[in-house]
């Protein structure tokens, strides 16, 4: 069983920057690929980046690119969410997700997920 807890999360403006951490316990954080969806009122989960076990692939959306970077550190069993340029739609809650089997950016693949971290973008 592996627990995932997000933080990093906060108000920030338009053109800020924050950086998302997802530390996990309880299993081998190396096993797991990882995942950062978001959720904003209303609507539903979206993904937002993956990376493998390794961190050697990563994927990102559309929405994201170029302005957010997923990394993990294996040793520190962290991963982050560097986000960049952010905007007002970018206002969401923010959870990261652990998928044994899959690099994925279905969030049905995922085995476990944090309890979110809420992501305030003022204009």
């Known amino acids: 069983q592996v627990q995932l807890v997000e933080s990093g999360g906060g108000l920030v403006q338009a053109g800020g920057s924050l950086r998302l951490s997802c530390k996990a316990s309880g299993g081998t954080f190396s096993d797991y690929n990882m995942g950062w969806f978001r959720q904003a009122p209303g609507k539903d989960r979206e993904f937002v980046a993956s990376i493998t076990r390794s961190g050697h692939n990563t994927y990102s959306a559309e929405a994201v690119k170029g302005r957010f970077t997923i990394s993990r550190d294996n040793a520190e069993n962290t991963g982050y969410l560097l986000m960049n340029s952010l905007k007002p739609e970018d206002t969401a809650v923010y959870f990261c997700?652990?998928?044994?089997?899959?690099?994925?950016?279905?969030?049905?693949?995922?085995?476990?997920w944090g309890q979110g971290t809420q992501v305030t973008v003022s204009s």
């Open positions: 997700g652990a998928a044994l089997r899959r690099f994925s950016s279905n969030w049905g693949d995922y085995d476990y």
